[in-house]
Structures are given as structure tokens and as C-alpha cells.
């Protein structure tokens, strides 16, 4: 009979710990962009993919867009530290930004509690515009500096590092156009408002067909982008990006912090989240509390030398 039991126990585990791991009450999932764009496209994933998980919990995913997400930075300690409401959070926006010193909070001020995908940068245009390849993009950026004009997701972002990035590692001088977040950017790159973008490999891979990738930040090519060439084969060792996870009010109880930070890891570990991130050209990596000192001091240390080395440091 104990015997039996014990097995019984043993076959039920998953499912007992995957009961334990659901939030008890539904979960507000606060945007620092507005929809559209990769953040956003990440909440919907994680959102499906906790639906399935836990189908009696909703995760209600609300908007709180502006200054390159620092509204919603500036205010998310205000919230309730119940592990109910979880805030995206971004890098190297969290670091440049504060750096800048035009926003109302610290990088300590917010509390990551896990890291759940990375995107590379990448340079797109208009597919249907006169730019065909990298070595066209220069031709023309080079003909009238700072004439051609590159969106991105809003000031003192990874995008906008990157565009700066961009023009000193290539001896060019383009026009870097900041918007609220990449979904009122698509708007304006599809509407040839702008010529092109410094943004990220999924913004490439998602708009397919509406615009032409010219090079990306990564070691190899991208396997959904084979024709485009990396920025280390264009003679820079340029290897870089934006961080998207979440975060909670400084307040949450270290066991807050770790149930948050442990029922993210499980929906990124799940078969479905990879697979909507491939195809959406997520780069998943899983920084839970446990290796959350080390990685945000290694990050604050890199991103504060880039910070300094781009400009967009103090003046």
C-alpha cells in the first residue's frame, strides 16, 4: 500500500507542481509600449501560453506607453507588490535611459525578476524602395548626411544606441526618428514616412514581404533571413541587441519575486513558447532570480561603457 502510494504521489507531481506554479487570481500584464510591436507580441505569446497552463487565469495585458517606456518605469513601483501585476521591462533601455538623466527613475529602481527572450539588431528599408543592399544604404546615407532617416523605438533605447552604433562604425550620418515603440514605427517605415529602421531581427521576420533586412547584429546569419548578411561578415564585430522580461514593484517579497520569476521560466520552457518564438525570431534565454545579480551587474557595466563611448551619457 505504501508503495503504491508513493507512486501515485510520484505520477501526480507534475501535475501538483503545475497547480502550485498558476497565479491564484488573474494577472495584469503592464506594457511600457504601445501594441504592435515585439514586446507586445512577446505579452500575447506569454499570455496564450499561460492560458493553456492555467485556463482559469486571464492575464489581462494593459498599455502604459511613453518616453521610450519610461512612463511606465517612472510609476511601476506604485503598483500593487502582489505578483499580480507584472511589468515588461526592456534592455538596455533601463541603463541608457537613467544615463541620459532626463527620466524620473534609477536602473535600481527596477527589479527584473526574469529575462525571457533576446532580439537582434537589424537594419531594414522599404522593400519596394531604391535601397537594394548594405552597400547601397552607404552610398546613399553618404551622399546627403543626415538626410536619410532611420526609425526606432523610442530615445535612449537599444535602437537608438544601435543607430548611433551604426553611423560611427560605417563613417555615416543618418536622421534617427524616435517613436513610442516599434508598432507606430511599422506605420511609418510601410508608409515610407521614413526610409528605413535600425530595429531587430523580428521585426524583420514578421514584415516579410514589406521590408528588405540589409545586415543584423548576430554571430551567424539569421536561419529565417539566409540572404542577409551579419554585420561581423560587413567587417564590424557588431554582435548586439535588446533584452525583453519582466519585472515587479521593488516591494515584492523575495518568494513574490521567485514565483514570478519560476512560472515564466516554465512558459518558456514549454514546447509551444518556443516554437511562436522562432517563428517570430525570439532568441530565448531563461535569467531567473538566481542568476539576476550577476547578469544585471555584467549588463549595467557593458551597457554604462556604451552609453559613454555613443554619447548618450550626461552632458
Request: glycine residues 8%; proline residues 6%; aromatic residues 8%.
Amino acid at each position: 500500500m505504501k508503495h503504491a502510494l508513493a507512486a501515485m504521489a510520484l505520477s501526480l507531481a507534475p501535475y501538483l507542481a503545475a497547480a502550485q506554479a498558476c497565479p491564484d487570481k488573474n494577472v495584469n500584464y503592464w506594457q511600457a509600449f504601445p501594441p504592435g510591436g515585439e514586446s507586445d507580441i512577446s505579452a500575447r505569446h506569454q499570455q496564450a501560453v499561460l492560458k493553456k497552463k492555467c485556463p482559469a487565469i486571464e492575464t489581462i495585458v494593459q498599455y502604459k506607453p511613453g518616453a521610450g517606456g519610461a512612463l511606465m518605469w517612472t510609476t511601476m513601483n506604485q503598483l500593487p507588490a502582489d505578483g499580480l501585476n507584472v511589468v515588461g521591462v526592456n534592455l538596455p533601455h533601463i541603463v541608457f535611459q537613467p544615463i541620459e538623466g532626463t527620466v524620473q527613475y534609477k536602473t535600481e529602481d527596477v527589479t527584473p525578476v526574469f529575462w525571457f527572450h533576446y532580439t537582434p539588431d537589424a537594419l531594414v528599408v522599404h522593400e519596394q524602395g531604391p535601397v537594394k543592399t548594405f552597400a547601397d544604404f552607404l552610398k546613399t546615407a553618404r551622399a546627403d548626411a543626415g538626410k536619410f532617416s532611420l526609425g526606432g523605438s523610442g530615445v535612449n533605447s537599444a535602437n537608438h544606441a544601435a543607430n548611433e552604433r551604426l553611423n560611427a562604425a560605417f563613417n555615416v550620418k543618418t536622421n534617427y526618428i524616435p517613436f513610442k515603440g516599434t508598432g507606430d514605427m511599422t506605420t511609418a517605415v510601410l508608409g515610407r514616412q521614413v526610409d528605413g529602421a535600425m530595429t531587430y531581427t523580428a521585426f524583420a521576420i514578421n514584415n516579410k514581404g514589406r521590408v528588405r533586412a540589409l545586415a543584423v547584429a548576430m554571430d551567424k546569419r539569421h536561419p529565417l533571413l539566409p540572404d542577409v548578411p551579419t554585420f561581423k561578415e560587413l567587417g564590424v564585430n557588431w554582435v548586439d541587441g535588446a533584452y525583453r522580461g519582466v519585472g515587479l514593484p521593488k516591494s515584492a517579497s523575495p518568494e513574490t519575486r521567485k514565483r514570478v520569476s519560476d512560472l515564466w521560466r516554465t512558459l518558456n520552457n514549454e514546447a509551444e513558447m518556443k516554437e511562436l518564438a522562432a517563428k517570430s525570431g525570439f532568441e530565448l534565454v531563461n535569467i531567473g532570480v538566481e542568476e539576476m545579480d550577476a547578469f544585471m551587474k555584467d549588463k549595467a557595466r557593458i551597457y554604462t561603457d556604451a552609453a559613454r563611448l555613443l554619447g548618450l551619457g550626461k552632458k
